[in-house]
């Protein structure tokens, strides 16, 4: 006889912090984050979240570093228990003084 259980199952806990400690460590000298933020994402198959790292940039012109830094950020394997990185961009600032990097991270 099955029994129905009235108990969700656990799901992974949301790896925006750990994601952010990740990405400072990978950044090049002169390259910092700025206030990250989150949203929930989902399609028909997959749960996940966009995390957006604004950065400033030093003395460095952002239209050379970008290619640079998303070449690097490509290579790595995450390490999210319970999570991959599905998608990366780096992306330069609306106003032209930074970076933007926009992750895409789906619950494994």
Same mark, same amino acid.
């Given at each position: 006889?099955? %029994?129905?259980?009235?108990?969700?199952?656990?799901?992974? =806990?949301?790896? $925006? %912090?750990? #994601?952010?400690?990740?990405?400072?460590?990978?950044?090049?000298? =002169?390259? #910092? #984050? @700025?206030?990250?933020?989150? %949203?929930?994402?989902?399609?028909?198959?997959?749960? =996940?979240?966009? $995390?957006?790292?604004?950065?400033?940039?030093? !003395? /460095? *012109?952002?239209?050379?570093?970008?290619?640079?830094?998303?070449?690097?950020? /490509? &290579?790595? !394997?995450?390490?999210?228990? @319970? $999570?991959?990185?599905?998608?990366?961009?780096?992306?330069?600032?609306? *106003? =032209?003084? @930074?970076?933007?990097? /926009?992750?895409? &991270?789906? /619950? *494994?």
């Amino acid at each position: 006889m099955m %029994r129905w259980s009235p108990v969700r199952p656990v799901r992974p =806990g949301c790896p $925006h %912090r750990r #994601l952010a400690r990740l990405l400072a460590r990978e950044l090049p000298h =002169g390259l #910092l #984050l @700025g206030a990250s933020t989150l %949203r929930p994402w989902a399609s028909a198959n997959f749960v =996940g979240a966009r $995390h957006l790292f604004p950065c400033s940039i030093g !003395e /460095e *012109d952002a239209a050379v570093l970008r290619p640079l830094l998303q070449a690097r950020l /490509e &290579t790595i !394997e995450w390490r999210l228990p @319970g $999570h991959i990185v599905a998608d990366l961009a780096v992306e330069i600032a609306d *106003d =032209g003084a @930074g970076l933007r990097i /926009e992750m895409l &991270t789906v /619950e *494994d």
